[in-house]
């Protein structure tokens, strides 16, 4: 690789020297020599005091300067501690000049813009501890973030690890005050051991965020996976240091080294909250653009006396040395403390929802290209840099200077946060179009008639309408091509295309069935729901609808007829409202479409803002799907309300890696009674709010937050059955966020309803996933340059899970290509720990269990071609899998 133009030595040889010199003179006044020997902190006698000072440069990526600018200080940071680390490398261990990077996307950006004898360099300093780089790409905040979206934007690292036989021990999200739950156990299932958070305890309403129970714990995930945490409460003033986010706790801790080894080694209340001879305080440059100096050289020099060792850090000693010693000792903490600048992706709503359609839009694409690939592994060549593009800008689109509040304009900030989306989008539809052609090419053709694959990207049959492009107008009947029988269609036209919408029944899982267009009238078919007025109405429910989009009844008839939506205060199912006073304007209500298949509402409303409401049935199933559109811009915060009448309601929802229960933990739920915040929960694939009559099961597959009831800062309301999914708006006030949502004058926002009797997780999932990723069809043979795989010409299935509870998350080709096997990733979303089989069509020949970022761990001995797995509770693990039928 071409050398940037950047390359420059930061220490010119004088400045070396005189490095030295310093370095060596306080050494022999310290009573050791230059090449004393190596004072590594296990060597030292157990009742020596190690305080772990480590620097680094706080991140602020796209607040603090641009693009560009934060490329050239990545670049001249990383070269002057490589250069200080050489430079002091015959020091003792303790005085060595060493780096911690804020993020993968450093080394990233190093990769790219230095050459490859510099790069390796690097990686010596990682390898010999002069560096550290957690995986998380950037400071995020992870609170609405889908699952995949955080493992995707780990992956850089994954690559780096096994390229390189080394491993990233840390993860770490800075500065926002609040964390989710189920972080942790993606994070340990990535391969980490290790966290440090410092917050700013500033832009928040949280009363307490710097007053924690535990200054150190384990974070235990609800798989039982840990990780151990450092999160040091917020102190007072001491020495030169003011307070907050500059002194302990904060995301600068150590900015001014020698005060806090001050402060650490003699202050009676932090000794009282943290009584252990083994001390890390971590960060320094704080809001600054660019640090370089070797300020924590010379604080460990001057602060190193008899019974205290300070040690320039590179934070993973500092874990290492302390589990080692106290492992076994600490508490564990597993909650969620909510969300606070997370809120502040809702401020460009349309922009953010276009990133989780491409998360969920690549579960397919994945999956369709992984049966193409494992016939034809050179499908993939050439995807590589926009995939690797594509998952690094997931790991730094939630970037947590969403606040938008510092000396980057706020409109650069918001044109990087679409091109981010837009290349993100563009890498997952082509890869999705190109792969889908190419498996209609690769089945098996016969006969004369056009035929159509329909693939079901899940890992479960499943039964839903297919949408196949067919343009003409003569008489036709569709057949299911599996079983012979003719199956109901409808045509449908959105004035861009023009397709046969059929009811495609019992599609295998990660699989397709053909179907065949025929000429010439067949079968009669009723119609999927009746319209009267207002009502809709099927075989599962009664609906009655507003001119607002409003659902203002829902009889449940699967459930003795009881009703569902409750009225009080005149809200309603699916109320759009704003806080801002608007006049209420009637509307209009038509029938979009009908047929046996699906029949559809449409309601053009006209207040509280323009919208267009759609709401389907469809046939042979409960689900009430609803699409709504706000076409006009916004700058006020606006929900959609979810009222329902139901007794002694409780919540469970999909937070980032883990389900939910929304109480405090004293009342047997999730959230921390301290130190959180309650207003709005995170709303990932679904909600499930239930009471003694049975309950409601809402998919939710645009927005990212909700509020349950009438919950607020400070307190979570379990009392009143109704949610509100958070449209979009400044949550915060104008000063946090994007203003006007960007500019944008379309939002696009998604729900499912059904009810159930008994809450079950996986079913609330099921039900989510397959609103959420529908069936897909292509014409078989389209690709006439395709490498005719002879896949069967009706029916396919590529792979099975043996027990319900088990939910295929995702499949695809392994990260250096289809010849290193295809990765399976599977959560256990039972309550309790399963044993269950993978099978895969013609079977498995090897199987290995990786890190979600796909870095082996060990292999695992397969049962008669299948992957027996043992899943713990709630567990999200990750597998290698080899086929006997792949071209591997």
Not at 143 to 158: D, H, K, S
Not at 320 to 337: I, K, M, T, Y
Not at 453 to 481: E, M, Q
Not at 654 to 670: F, K, Q, T, W, Y
Request: proline share 5%.
């Amino acid at each position: 690789m071409k050398a940037s133009s950047d390359s420059f030595d930061p220490l010119p040889g004088l400045v070396k020297v005189a490095f030295l010199l310093l370095a060596a003179i306080g050494c022999l006044q310290g009573g050791e020599s230059l090449h004393g020997q190596r004072a590594e902190p296990e060597q030292l006698p157990p009742e020596t005091t190690r305080i772990y000072i480590a620097p680094d440069d706080h991140t602020d990526y796209m607040w603090s300067a641009d693009e560009e600018t934060y490329r050239r200080v990545f670049l001249e940071m990383i070269d002057y501690y490589l250069e200080a680390a050489d430079a002091t490398q015959d020091l003792p261990s303790h005085l060595h000049s060493r780096w911690n990077c804020d993020g993968s996307f450093w080394m990233w950006t190093y990769e790219k813009h230095r050459t490859p004898e510099q790069f390796a360099r690097l990686i010596e300093r990682i390898k010999d501890g002069h560096f550290s780089v957690p995986l998380t790409a950037l400071v995020s905040c992870y609170g609405g973030i889908p699952v995949e979206a955080v493992i995707r934007g780990l992956y850089y690292a994954g690559r780096i690890e096994r390229r390189h036989g080394l491993r990233f021990p840390m993860a770490v999200a800075m500065e926002n005050q609040t964390l989710p739950y189920g972080l942790g156990s993606i994070w340990a299932g990535s391969g980490a051991r290790y966290s440090w958070r410092g917050i700013c305890d500033c832009a928040t309403r949280l009363s307490s965020a710097g007053d924690r129970e535990h200054e150190v714990y384990w974070w235990k995930g609800a798989d039982g996976s840990r990780i151990l945490m450092k999160w040091n409460s917020i102190y007072g003033p001491y020495g030169s240091l003011k307070y907050g986010s500059e002194g302990l706790g904060g995301y600068a801790e150590a900015r001014y080294p020698e005060d806090v080894v001050d402060f650490v080694s003699s202050d009676q209340w932090f000794k009282e909250r943290y009584p252990y001879p083994i001390v890390g305080a971590f960060g320094q440059g704080w809001d600054d653009l660019k640090t370089t100096d070797q300020s924590f050289v010379e604080a460990a020099r001057k602060k190193t006396r008899p019974g205290t060792q300070v040690i320039v850090s590179n934070e993973e000693d500092f874990f290492e040395d302390f589990e080692r010693s106290f492992g076994e000792q600490l508490p564990h903490v597993a909650a969620s403390f909510g969300n606070e600048w997370d809120l502040y992706c809702a401020s460009m709503a349309e922009v953010s929802a276009s990133v989780k359609r491409s998360i969920e839009k690549l579960r397919a694409a994945e999956a369709l290209s992984t049966i193409v690939s494992n016939s034809d592994p050179s499908f993939l060549a050439g995807q590589k840099a926009d995939r690797d593009l594509a998952f690094m800008n997931l790991g730094i689109y939630w970037e947590h200077d969403w606040t938008a509040d510092g000396p980057v304009p706020r409109e650069e900030r918001a044109a990087w946060q679409r091109r981010l989306a837009d290349q993100i989008s563009d890498y997952v539809d082509r890869l999705y179009a190109e792969a889908l052609q190419t498996l209609g090419g690769m089945v098996q053709s016969g006969g004369t008639h056009p035929r159509f694959v329909v693939f079901n990207p899940l890992g479960w049959t499943r039964t839903d309408a297919a949408d196949l492009p067919y343009a003409s107008d003569a008489s036709i009947h569709v057949v299911d091509l599996t079983s012979g029988q003719e199956t109901p269609f409808q045509i449908i036209d959105n004035g861009k295309q023009r397709s046969v919408r059929i009811l495609a029944r019992n599609v295998p899982a990660v699989g397709y069935k053909v179907f065949e267009i025929r000429p010439g009238a067949g079968a009669s078919f009723d119609v999927a729901a009746n319209v009267d007025g207002k009502t809709l109405e099927n075989e599962f429910c009664r609906l009655t609808v507003g001119e607002r989009g409003v659902i203002t009844s829902w009889v449940d008839k699967q459930l003795g007829n009881r009703e569902w939506v409750r009225t009080e205060d005149g809200s309603a199912v699916n109320e759009l409202t704003s806080e801002s006073p608007r006049s209420q304007q009637n509307g209009s209500i038509s029938i979009e479409s009908s047929g046996p298949v699906t029949v559809t509402l449409r309601i053009d409303a006209r207040s509280p803002l323009p919208h267009t409401t759609r709401i389907t049935l469809l046939r042979e199933s409960p689900r009430i799907a609803i699409e709504n559109e706000i076409q006009q811009n916004f700058d006020e915060i606006l929900t959609w309300g979810f009222p329902l009448s139901m007794s002694e309601p409780v919540l469970h929802h999909e937070e980032c890696g883990a389900v939910l229960r929304a109480r405090l933990l004293a009342d047997d739920g999730h959230y921390s009674p301290r130190n959180a915040r309650y207003d709005w929960l995170t709303l990932n694939h679904f909600a499930d709010l239930g009471g003694k009559e049975g309950g409601v099961i809402l998919s939710n597959a645009d927005c990212y937050f909700m509020r349950l009831g009438k919950s607020d800062v400070d307190r979570l309301d379990t009392v009143t059955p109704s949610i509100a999914v958070l449209a979009g708006g400044q949550v915060d006030g104008p000063k946090l966020g994007i203003p006007r949502q960007g500019g944008d004058t379309f939002f696009r926002q998604r729900f499912a309803l059904i009810s159930r009797k008994a809450y079950d997780p996986a079913t609330a999932m099921r039900f989510a996933l397959e609103h959420q990723n529908p069936l897909i069809a292509t014409a078989v043979g389209r690709d006439p340059a395709g490498s005719d795989s002879g896949l069967p010409a009706t029916e396919y299935s590529f792979l099975q899970i043996s027990d319900p509870n088990v939910l295929l998350w995702a499949l695809k080709a392994a990260d250096e290509g289809a010849e290193k096997g295809t990765i399976a990733r599977v959560w256990n979303l039972a309550e309790q720990p399963v044993s269950f089989e993978l099978m895969v069509e013609g079977g498995l020949k090897e199987a290995r269990r990786v890190t979600h970022i796909e870095t082996d761990l060990n292999s695992v001995d397969l049962v008669n071609g299948h992957l027996p797995v043992r899943a713990a509770a709630n567990q999200l693990s990750t597998y290698r899998l080899f086929l006997n039928s792949a071209r591997q």
